[in-house]
């Protein structure tokens, strides 16, 4: 007769090992289990990311790019090249609109180069209002720091900052008119096709610079007459108006920016090599002198021309 224990213990050892052989079934059977919901966890987690950063990519209709001047400016270029070919009697102690100013940089550019009595930017894109606001006090602050610096020194100019060695002395401090940024920057949000705007005559300077092509996308053939018109109304009779037109094999490049801007540029008639004969012809300018026609130290595709109208 057998040992009951031995039976017990043959009994319990086969038992244990089917029991195991069973947990590790069950494991491995839980395991890939949990390794395909965690594999459709994350697909299904990349499929709304993917849907989330589709939804959020941003289509910048009006042309209204955050960071405009971080791509169309060289990065070896201190200043926008556009300053360098713009004649300072158009600006020095007048009053100017710059239409389109997107973050406000050349307008605020303007404003310290040229010295100009008042300088309105306004743009469509109350966010790019707001970076202009920005960047105006910013500007201010610095024009402060500067000052502060100047009377710290004891032997450099009142109008001269000392930077480094007494011998080194840069002319970079503000003039009194610099000092009173706030007083002749002003920035405002507005459609300016579709604004009243005020019609009288008050500005001896208008800028449209890289503007005319989203206005033309947006508005068609009519927004673009609006805005010329616009323009020639609220110059002061021997204003200036300083048009950087787009040329037409770009509105290619946006013509899909939206339904309304395919169907507009289907419908052009007005392409921009004809602006210099509507501005002057119908809209009655009296002259025209193209200022650059091709703009040296652009990134590529922004070497532009340029063109001052005089009313
Ligand atoms: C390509 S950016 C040019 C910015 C600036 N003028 C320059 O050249 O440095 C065009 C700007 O025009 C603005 N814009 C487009 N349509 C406009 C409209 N109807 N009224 C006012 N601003 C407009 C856009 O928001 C954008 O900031």
Redesign the pocket.
Known sequence: MSNPLTIFSLYFSSFFCRHSKKKREIMAEAEVETKKRKKTETEKKTETETKKRKKTKET?I????KN??GY?IDRNQED?P?LAVFNREWFEGKDCL??????G??TISIAKKFHCRSILG????AG?IDAAHWNLRKFARMMKASKAQVSDSTDCSANNICIGSSEKTYNTACSPSEEDIFGRVSFMK??????SHGCSEKYDAI?????S???HL??GDD?LIT?FVKIWRLLRPGGIFVL?P?PWSSYNRNRQVSKTATLNFNNIILRPHVFREILLDKIGFRSAEIVTDSLSGTVAGFNRSIIAFTK
């Open positions: 910048f009006y042309g209204n790019y405009y001047y169309r926008d556009r710059d239409v389109g100013c997107n973050q940089l050349i306004v743009d469509i894109d790019l507005e459609n300016f096709v579709a604004s800028l449209c610079l890289s503007v092509k989203w206005i947006n508005w927004g805005l950087e787009q």
